[in-house]
């Protein structure tokens, strides 16, 4: 493979690192001899000792400052963020047979999917710029 960006020895945080989009791009960045930490809630399944899964919920600013403080220590620096973690929770927002029923969108769910995709970003952001 031609290595076109050298990223050895470079230290990333990918949120959302375990699976679908996420888990393509450990899979660069480890290609292109990065170290990597997986910040999810699931175990990866790719196993590479440049890895280091760390189960981060990104929603909860206690464990994403955990988790910046885990990198740094170990590898006395931070020097990217992908921001991948998102869930979908496909639902209908009235449901004309069924009123108020388990497949109607609710305030729980949107509260869930905002969490996730748009403040997940925010306490990324923020806990780990002063690394960066």
Same mark, same amino acid.
């Given at each position: ?7 050895t ?5 990918? %949120? ?9 791009? @450990? ?12 910040? #999810? ?14 189960? %981060?919920?990104?929603?909860?600013? #206690?464990?994403? %400052?955990?988790? @910046?403080?885990?990198?740094? %220590? #170990? ?8 921001n ?6 496909p ?17 729980q769910?949107?509260?869930?999917m905002?969490?996730?995709? @748009?403040?997940? @970003? ?11």
């Amino acid at each position: 493979m031609n290595n076109w960006i050298n990223l050895t020895g470079r230290v990333y945080v990918v %949120t959302g690192g375990s699976s679908g989009i996420g888990a393509a791009i @450990v899979t660069e960045l480890l290609n292109n001899e990065a170290i990597v930490y997986d910040a #999810d809630l699931n175990q990866p399944e790719l196993n590479h000792p440049n890895l280091h899964f760390v189960e %981060t919920d990104v929603t909860n600013q #206690d464990a994403v %400052t955990s988790l @910046v403080k885990q990198v740094v %220590t #170990d590898q006395g620096k931070l020097d990217g963020l992908v921001n991948n973690a998102g869930i979908n929770l496909p639902r209908l927002l009235a449901d004309a047979q069924e009123p108020f029923g388990k497949y109607e969108f609710t305030q729980q769910d949107f509260q869930k999917m905002f969490a996730v995709n @748009v403040q997940s @970003v925010f306490l990324m952001s923020t806990s780990g710029n002063a690394s960066i």
